[in-house]
């Protein structure tokens, strides 16, 4: 959980609630560039004025589109969580994206691979500039870019059993956007014993999968056992462009949806997509 018990300075508050004073029609808001200017003149961070605006009754203009979905408290949830996503390559690199524009208050990104060439085709970060570069700080770069009021801590590690309870600490939820079977179920593992919900994704070719995994499920040993192979059929299938988007997309209202408290989530059931026909399929998992 992220540092969310400090309060903001009174002369923030104050300023903050001129401002919903006065508004004529509908909430107040606010902007990015006055945001900075009052985070500057405060001396806190961006995120800080965009959750004493929420409080106030202003609205972060980013924010305006979201509204209709998670209302203003999810909203404040959103700014006061901590997600983890492990793997920032073909599907962690749009999960994170998708993340920060949401407006989650702090993301962890634990990869430790490079950008290659054959990433080039489908990894959100992967530039022709960012080759050779550290998957984890570049896509870190680029949340900080793209919403200054996410705190985003990268590591360059792989995570294991001896690693996994430092990195994760303080996530509400983890994303798995790893690329082997046996990584994911470490990873499960790991989870399951830190008690908090696993957002699985996978792909292969035009087809990928999605499940929720809750604290106490049988997850991924439902549909895999104990034995699995080192790596999945994505590596003859393919990994066109598009697939790690769709996958993405589904894990990434998975998480807001865990981080909101909405009811409907993909527990006990993998959600089976297949782009090439068209179709969609579920498993249920014990």
């Not at 972060?60 to 979201?66: A, Q, S, T």
């Not at 983890?174 to 919900?197: E, H, N, S, Y």
């Not at 499920?217 to 462009?241: F, K, W």
Request: charge should be negative; charged fraction near 20%; glycine fraction near 10%.
């Amino acid at each position: 959980m992220m540092d969310t018990d400090r309060s903001p300075s009174a002369s923030l508050c104050a300023a903050l609630q001129q401002l919903a004073a006065t508004a004529e029609d509908g909430p107040a808001a606010i902007g990015v560039l006055q945001t900075r200017r009052l985070a500057e003149e405060h001396g806190c961070a961006v995120g800080d004025v965009e959750r004493a605006a929420l409080a106030s009754g202003v609205l972060p203009e980013r924010y305006r589109r979201n509204l209709g979905t998670v209302g203003w408290e999810g909203q404040r949830r959103l700014l006061a969580s901590t997600v983890a996503v492990v793997g920032a390559g073909g599907i962690g690199g749009w999960v994170i994206e998708g993340l920060a524009r949401m407006g989650v208050g702090r993301l962890v990104v634990i990869d430790c691979d490079r950008f290659e060439e054959n990433n080039l085709n489908r990894q959100l970060g992967c530039t022709e500039r960012t080759l050779g570069l550290p998957k984890a700080e570049v896509l870190a770069e680029r949340a900080a870019q793209v919403n200054a009021a996410v705190m985003v801590t990268p590591h360059v590690a792989r995570l294991d059993a001896s690693n996994a309870s430092h990195l994760l600490r303080g996530a509400q939820v983890v994303v798995d956007a790893l690329d082997t079977l046996p990584a994911r179920m470490d990873l499960q593992r790991a989870a399951q014993a830190l008690g908090i919900p696993m957002v699985h994704g996978a792909i292969a070719g035009y087809s990928c999968q999605v499940t929720t995994v809750m604290p106490g499920d049988a997850g991924l040993t439902a549909l895999y056992g104990d034995a699995v192979p080192e790596r999945g059929i994505e590596t003859t299938l393919g990994n066109p462009s598009a697939t790690p988007m769709m996958v993405a997309a589904w894990q990434i209202h998975e998480v807001i949806k865990l981080l909101i408290g909405a009811e409907h989530i993909l527990r006990a059931r993998l959600l089976m997509m297949d782009a090439e026909f068209g179709e969609f399929g579920e498993i249920e998992l014990g």
